[in-house]
C-alpha cells in the first residue's frame, strides 16, 4: 500500500505549511524539534498481553488483555526484537517501561519480593547499547500472593510484608536503572487493591495503605536516579464498588510526601477527562506521570487514539509549560490485534497529539482572553482544528526517517510473515 509522499512532495507541501503556521507566528520548524525531543515512555506489557517471564498464570488485578491474535513475544529476546522493530517506526525520543515480572533471574525462579538489578542485566545492557532509558513497575497481580485482591492494603500481616518487601526491592531496582542510563528511571506503584461491593470498612484498608507506603518510601534513594509515582484508579474489573487507592487518597498522599501523581486517561469516571486536572495537581505536586491509554466502556486499556482527550492533555501540557514535570508513557494492551501496529499506532498518535500542541499559537489565544475577547478565542480554537498540520506530521516522519503516513504498515505486515507468523 503506497500512501507516502515523496520524500521533495513533503518538502513542497510542508514548505507550504510553514508559511501559514508563521502567520499565526509559530515556527513549525521549532516545533518538529521540540516534538523529537519530548521522551514518551513506551510500555513493554503490550508486546506479551501482560504476561511477563514467570509462568505465574493468567493475568489478574482487575486489568484484562482479550483476545488470541498470533505472535505474541514469548521471552525477553522476542520482546526486545519486537520493540526495536516498533521504534524504527516511531518517530522521536523512546523510553520503555517494564514490570517487574519482566525479570530474567537466568535459571530457576526468584520470588517477587527477592528480585535484584542483576536479574535486569540483560535489559539493562540493551538499554545502554540502543540508549533507550528505562522506566519500572512493581508488580501486585498475576501472583499468588494477590489472590484475595489485595496486596500492600491486605489485612493479613503475611500478604502485606511480602508486598512491602515487593516494593522496596523494586525501588531499587529502578534506581539501578536510573544511575546505569544516567537519567533517572520512574518507578510507578499502581495496587488493584479493592472489592467488588460495597465494604463496610473503607477506611482501615486505606490507613493500611498508607502505613505501607511509608515504610517503602522511609529509605531515600538518589533523586537523579529514581522518580516514584503513584497511579490511582476509581474501578477496575471486579473492584467496581471500591478501590481503595483512589484519587483523593494518592492525590493527598502524593501532596504530602511531595510524589509524583500518575493520571492514567481511563482511570476515571467514564466522562471524566485528564486535562483539567493537570494545572490544578501541578500546583501541589512535583511532576505528574501521564499514563495514555483509552477508556471504553469498563474497559480502562484500549489502544490509544488520536483522540480529544489525548490531544487536550498534551495541549493543557504545553499551555502550562509543564513538558519539563510531567512523564509521558503509553499504559494499554489489546490481544486481539498484531501488537506491534498496537504499539506504533498508540506512540505515533500520542507524538502527534504532542506536535499538534506546540504548533498552538497559544500567545494569541490567550492574548484575545486576556482583552475580554472570548469570541476571539473561541474563534482561534476553532480555526487551528484545520490548520495544515498533517504536512508538519509529514515532515517531522521524515526528519526522524521513519514511514510516513501509513507506510509503516507494510514493515508490520512483513515482520508478521517472516517472524511473527513463526511463533506458536
Ligand atoms: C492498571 C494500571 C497500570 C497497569 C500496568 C500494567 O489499571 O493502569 O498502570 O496498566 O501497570
Ligand atoms: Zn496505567
Redesign the pocket.
Known sequence: MKTGNSPARIEDVYGAAKETYAKFGVSSDKAIKSALALPVSIHC?QGDD?LGFENSGPLSGG?LATGNYPGRARNGDELRSDAEFAFALIPGKKRFNL?SFYAEPGKGKVSRDMIRPEHFSKWMSWSKKKKIPLDF?PSYFSHPMAGSGYTLASADPKIRRFWIRHSIACRRIASAFGANQGVPAVN?I?IPDGSKDYPADRISPRERLKDALDEIFSEKLPALTITDAL?C?LF?IGSEAYVVGSHEFYMAYAVKKQIKLCL?T??FHPTETIADKISAALLFVPGLLI?F?RGLRWD??HVSTFSDEMRDACRELKRADAFGRVDIAL?YFDASINRIAAWVIGARNLRKALLESLLEPTKLIVDAEKRGKNHERLALMEECKTLPFAAVWDKLCLTAGVPVNAEWLGNVNDYEQKVLSKRK
Do not use: A, F, L, Y
Request: glycine content about 12%.
Open positions: 506489557w501482560v486489568i514490570h513497575n510507578d499502581w497511579e484508579k477496575g492514567d481511563g482511570h499514563h491509554s480502562s486499556d499504559d
